[in-house]
């Protein structure tokens, strides 16, 4: 068996129209999927993006919480340092052996360092709050009290006056 060859011809016009058209149809229907998925991807999108803006604004919020109490506890803890480190040194002073110093002063410096610090009395404050109450409510019990009371105007005529001259000219 012999193999011959045979001879494929082209029209390269009517390929190059055939392709244009398979080009054109694969363009319009990945426009039309490009439209459906951007139906479907976009309220999914929407929903990521306000879930991730919740989501920054209760991380940030918590992290200005914990900003906070770090402030605060860095602030007790250096209270507590210095208030230890005073009494480490009253204890160093007093007289005794350096055994007995050492002692006193790791006793005194763990003793200072356990205790809260003393909180500030702010009656001052709470009183001048209590008194401005007071006096608001004085104010606004006095302007009730004082439109409550009748009014006369003393340069008013009286209303019969003008009757009994009516009933005299008659």
């Known amino acids: 068996m012999e193999l011959t060859k045979h001879e494929i011809t082209f029209d390269t016009d009517q390929l190059r129209s055939e392709v244009a058209a398979l080009a054109e149809t694969l363009g319009e229907q990945a426009e039309r999927a490009a439209e459906r998925a951007a139906q479907w991807v976009a309220p999914a999108v929407e929903r990521a993006r306000t879930g991730a803006d919740r989501l920054a604004k209760e991380t940030a919020g918590a992290a200005k919480e914990v900003q906070e109490r770090l402030e ?27 055994t007995q110093r050492a002692q006193r002063a790791t006793v005194a410096a763990v003793n200072a360092a356990q205790t809260t610090a003393p909180r500030k009395s702010r009656r001052v404050l709470k009183s001048l709050c209590w008194l401005t109450v007071a006096g608001v409510a004085a104010g606004a019990a006095y302007v009730v009290w004082r439109r409550s009371q009748p009014v006369e105007d003393p340069w008013a005529e009286e209303y019969w006056a003008d009757s009994t001259e009516d009933a005299d000219a008659e």
């Open 72 to 98: 605060v506890l860095s602030e007790d803890a250096l209270a507590r340092a210095e208030r230890a480190a005073s009494a480490a040194r009253t204890a160093i002073d007093a007289p005794g052996t350096v």
